[in-house]
């Protein structure tokens, strides 16, 4: 019995490491920031300021180039306000490439975060079918009285019990963080398009 109340109390001690663990990455941060989330390191998070430094980039040499352009015009001179058009049809052929990439990077993002949902919650899906099966076996040795088999039974019952919790709230946290990052980064998005 002392032994079956250590494991329990080690199952439940690792349980709660399992969960500091994996509290959300916003817990110390500023307020509106995206600063040491885990997303921050990922190659289309990356791609996306890449784009957005572009775009950025994009707006200033179309707004160069108008500039040019009038005032070449105004000088009357022909062959300069040809360039300058042209260099102005390029830059906004840039920015439309730009956006496009942008659009596509986040939506790549998105479609990796909620395939590793998708799998949080077929493993939380999975850990409850087996406590069905462990509760199923539990209550047949309990009618049929079983006293050798209920103790392992209890136990295997107890450690799924709590199998189980993490891995919701495992899939919880990684939803409230998926979300989280993604209301900052369409703000950051909308600040630059």
Known sequence: ME??????LFAIGM?????MATTPSFAGNE???????RFLNRKEYRDMKASMSRIENDRERIAFHKTAFKSNKEAGLVIESHMSKKEI???????KRDKKYLRIDRRDLHAD????????NLERKQTKKELCAAKKELRKDKRQGNTADLKGDVALVEKLT????LKTKQAEVLKDEVYAFFIYLDDEIDNVV
């Open 113 to 120: 975060q909620n395939t590793a949902i998708k799998q949080a």
């Open 162 to 165: 709590l199998k189980k919790e």
């Open 89 to 95: 049809r390029k830059a906004k052929a840039d920015l």
């Open 31 to 37: 307020e509106g920031s995206i600063k040491g989330n």
């Open 15 to 19: 349980i709660a490491a399992g969960l």
């Open 3 to 8: 032994k079956l109340r250590l494991k329990n």
